[in-house]
Every structure is written in C-alpha cells, then in structure tokens.
C-alpha cells in the first residue's frame, strides 16, 4: 500500500470517526433535553431567539442552515407551548421567548451546555486545546477546497 492510500485510509477513518462520535452526541443530547420536553431542534431555536431577541424568521432559518418553510412549523408548535411569541412588524415577523420560554431558556441552556462540555472530559486541557486547533485546520482546509 502506497504513502497516498495509507494517507487516504488515515483521512477515511477519521471522517468515519468523527461522524460516529457526532452520531452519538445527538443521541447523548436528545435524550438530555428530554427532561425538558425538548427537542434538539427546539433547543436550537430557544438558543438562537434567547441570544437574539427580535430576529426574523429569515435570520433564524440562515443561522440554523434550514429553509423558513422548516422554521414555521417549529415555531407554530413552540408558540402553542408557549415559548416564542411572533410579533408582525409592517411585513416581518420577529421573535421574542415569552416569560415562560425565558425561564426555560435560563434553566435548560446552562444544563445544556454543562452536559456537552462534559463528553470531554476524558480529555486533559492541553488535548482539548489540541484538537479545536486539529479541528479549525480541518475546517479551514476544506472551505477552502469546497
């Protein structure tokens, strides 16, 4: 086997890897947000509105990368829970969490977040530090030729 399969092997089985491990993380993290009733999606969407206050539909939907068609009916049903109310400006929408969803937002994001950092800590600081840079090389590299 040729330096360039072995190197294509090495990228193969750390793609493979990666996904495994991402794979894993959704499963970890949509069975934590349960005890909250929520989805990962839902969770995505409290996130973004909490930090954002007044954001439109459109710019929810480019920053979680989905269509506004996929957005509506989320917040369709985040609304009937009370979470998110849309507030019609001339010919926007924008979002704001009710007080019920800012209290959920406050109790679940810090848990959220805790139980995510937590899936490293079988890594020392310096590793960790070691692979965001491996990570933002990989990134970085495949922007460019993508």
């Not at 996130?47 to 996929?70: F, M, P, R, Y």
Request: aromatic share 8%; charged share 25%; net charge positive.
């Amino acid at each position: 086997m040729g330096m360039e399969r072995k190197e294509e092997r090495s990228g193969l089985l750390i793609w493979y890897r990666l996904s495994r491990i991402y794979s894993q993380s959704l499963r970890a993290s949509n069975q934590h947000l349960k005890a909250w009733d929520l989805t990962a999606a839902q969770f995505d969407c409290l996130v973004q509105i909490g930090s954002h206050e007044g954001l439109t539909q459109q710019e929810l939907a480019d920053k979680l990368l989905v269509t506004k068609g996929n957005i509506t009916q989320l917040l369709s049903k985040m609304e009937q829970l009370g979470w998110v109310t849309r507030k019609q400006s001339w010919k926007t929408k924008s979002l704001f969490l009710t007080e019920q969803g800012r209290k959920l937002f406050n109790e679940v994001v810090p848990a959220q977040e805790q139980f995510q950092a937590s899936q490293f800590d079988g890594l020392e600081l310096e590793e960790k530090k070691q692979l965001i840079n491996l990570l933002r090389k990989v990134q970085q590299t495949s922007l460019k030729e993508g």
